[in-house]
């Protein structure tokens, strides 16, 4: 039987080192199960503080915060609306040593030494080439992937789709208030390169797990029956979804309406 690895001590397994830049998409609920099935603490945060300990101040965390209430006309308030990212985001963007970026849609709360780069760009589209997943791409972060399939938490997917373009999204804008992190209210316009509900297009594939392991990009393991995966440089995914979506009509990505023609 696989011994039981305490809570303080997973961030330990999972081969990150000083200096890495994370990012963490999560789902924890077997995570906590496992801590409670096994009289383990049950408080989160010292996991974040274990990988805070292992990337070190030069290191970065981000963790999605996600909230698309401004997308249905309702106020984006910089402190108070909260991530639909999951437990662990919503944790993490409630603590003061993490800062918040600007976008009301796509937002992401970020710990360490380059924090104030993401936190300062002024990004109107989500997934632009001024927006944080330009800096991931450039900046060899990896993506920690805490019991979700790829297919719906590795949103520099839809990065890429916006570089390149494809025609299943298009360019949306919205228009709400916005509550900034000085209480500053105002109406602000963001966009989002949004789906083309008439192609009905559904991002349930992702055929790439095979190829990243090829390149060793991508690693996946189970600790304490919770599945992980590590993508190790999220820029050297680029050219391979890239590829897909040139080429192959990003089958290896989503189906829409149009794709067979």
Not at 13 to 42: F, H, M, P, W
Not at 163 to 171: I, L, N, P, S
Not at 185 to 196: E, G, I, K, L
Not at 252 to 257: F, G, M, P, Q
Request: contains cysteine.
């Amino acid at each position: 039987m696989e011994k039981y690895i305490p809570l303080r001590d997973l961030a330990g397994c999972l081969g990150l080192k000083e200096g890495d830049k994370v990012y963490i998409a999560s789902d924890v609920k077997r995570l906590l199960y496992s801590c409670i099935t096994n009289q383990d603490e049950k408080d989160l945060n010292v996991f974040i503080d274990s990988l805070q300990n292992i990337v070190g101040e030069e290191g970065l965390l981000i963790f999605p915060t996600f909230n698309y209430s401004f997308c249905k006309g309702e106020t984006f308030d910089y402190w108070k609306t909260p991530s639909k990212m999951g437990h662990l985001t919503q944790l993490a963007l409630s603590r003061k040593d993490f800062k918040r970026t600007k976008h009301p849609i796509h937002s992401m709360t970020v710990w360490g030494r380059e924090r104030d780069i993401l936190c300062e760009m002024e990004n109107k589209t989500s997934f632009g080439m001024d927006s944080p997943f330009q800096y991931m791409k450039d900046n060899h972060v990896k993506n920690l992937f805490i019991d979700v399939p790829c297919a719906h938490s590795y949103a520099f997917v839809h990065y890429v789709e916006e570089t390149v373009g494809v025609e299943y999204r298009f360019f949306k804008d919205f228009t709400s208030n916005y509550i900034d992190q000085w209480g500053n209210s105002s109406q602000r316009t963001y966009s989002m390169y949004a789906r083309d509900l008439e192609k009905n297009a559904v991002h349930t594939n992702f055929d790439f797990e095979k190829e990243f392991q090829e390149i060793h990009v991508m690693r996946k393991f189970t600790m304490n029956g919770v599945d992980y995966k590590i993508i190790q440089d999220m820029g050297k995914t680029f050219p391979i979804i890239e590829k897909d979506v040139r080429y192959n009509k990003s089958r290896k990505i989503c189906t829409y309406a149009g794709q067979e023609d």
